[in-house]
């Protein structure tokens, strides 16, 4: 009975530890926002954040509103930020055609470059056809 009891405490004591600050805690923030070309929504795409000194990243799809929301938190820091048009699913309708001027498929030629905070954050991203 003792070395059971012992076993039982050896497992709740790892299982607390585990669960109790067994890692430091990451700050990370949600993204979401608006995607505009000449102050309209965009209707379709995709929005990439991606930060090389992280090697980390999230994508979300643009809606038919331009609104979009990342996939998942992302750690706080510096992000380049790339927008493209959506690629269909294979058996799926294809999303509306849009107009992204193709320098913003890049992190090089987009010109975003911004900054996560930990918590909510609303990133909006003008986009200008010249």
């Known amino acids: ?3 059971l009891f012992g076993v039982f405490l050896g ?5 607390l ?3 109790c600050g067994g890692r430091a805690h990451t ?5 979401s926002g ?3 070309l000449d ?3 965009i209707k379709s795409g995709v929005v990439e954040f991606f930060s090389p000194d992280l090697g980390i990243g999230a994508i979300g799809m ?3 509103d331009g609104a979009y929301t990342l996939n998942g938190p992302l750690t706080v820091g510096g992000y380049a930020v790339t927008i ?5 699913e294979p058996g799926q309708p294809a999303p509306p055609p849009a107009k992204i001027p193709s320098k913003y498929a890049t992190a090089s030629t987009s010109g975003f470059t911004l900054q996560v905070a930990e918590g909510p954050n609303t990133i909006d991203l003008p986009l200008a056809s010249k």
């Open 11 to 15: 497992i709740s004591l790892l299982a």
């Open 39 to 41: 102050g309209e929504p």
């Open 1 to 3: 009975m003792n070395r």
């Open 62 to 64: 643009i809606d038919s």
């Open 84 to 88: 493209q048009p959506a690629v269909p």
């Open 34 to 36: 608006k995607v505009t």
């Open 17 to 19: 530890h585990a669960g």
């Open 27 to 31: 700050p990370e923030g949600k993204v």
